[in-house]
């Protein structure tokens, strides 16, 4: 099983089947590395310019960041799907079962880890593109517009399934911190990449 590597064709397909992997977590990974590398394309049309020499160095350091934040986000499509899997067989296991409880509770919190990586990915994902937005080429502006918009999927879908696990937690302390740091980072993540989006906008018309 290896996502990272299939066809867009062979990925949505499976996407649209009905297996347990991929699904939301996955498939908001691969968004996440989509609108990254749109912020990558802005800063490959800017460097070398010399209209934008004074920021030359800036960009080809955000796009160095850019291209390892696509590649983690790419690796989270298949960490997702390799820690649902435990999950998907724990919900299996008889309810008077001893020890139930705590495999399901284990299997629960690694489960919600990889959603949450790339909630924060996507959060770092959408400082870049505000970035690019604001010092790379002006004929590339939708492009990061659009990479802004498409992270911010990314953040939504990533926070949905981090909430699907923390609510059957038993350890509500953990599953609370959890909940805390996904809502105050779509609030001001949410926010940026609205903010992003209706600023290139307003530039095109």
């Known amino acids: 099983m290896d996502f990272k590597k299939d066809s ?12 347990s992997v991929p699904g939301g977590g996955g498939a908001s990974a691969l968004v996440g590395a989509l609108g990254i590398a749109l912020g990558s394309m802005v800063g490959e049309y800017t460097v070398g310019k010399k209209k934008y020499a004074a920021v030359e160095e800036d960009i080809k ?46 299997c629960l919190r690694d489960a919600a880890e990889v959603p949450m990586e790339i909630l924060r990915l996507s959060c770092k994902a959408l400082e870049l593109i505000e970035e690019f937005a604001e010092k790379g080429s002006t004929l590339m502006i ?17 926070a949905a399934n981090v909430k699907v696990n923390t609510k059957l937690m038993k350890d509500r302390a953990y599953a609370d911190a959890l909940n805390e740091e996904t809502d105050l ?6 926010s ?7 600023s290139v906008c307003s530039t095109l018309v």
């Open 61 to 106: 350091k955000l796009m160095a960041e850019a291209e390892l934040l696509r590649n983690r986000l790419l690796n989270c499509i298949n960490e997702d799907a390799r820690l649902f899997e435990p999950l998907s067989k724990a919900y299996g296991i008889p309810k008077d079962e001893p020890g139930r409880d705590e495999v399901l509770e284990k």
């Open 142 to 158: 939708s492009d990061a517009a659009t990479g802004a918009a498409i992270c911010k999927a990314a953040l939504l879908g990533a």
């Open 192 to 198: 940026l990449a609205d903010a992003v989006y209706e």
């Open 185 to 190: 980072k779509v609030i001001r993540y949410g």
């Open 8 to 19: 867009i064709e062979d990925f949505s397909t499976a996407l649209a089947g009905k297996t």
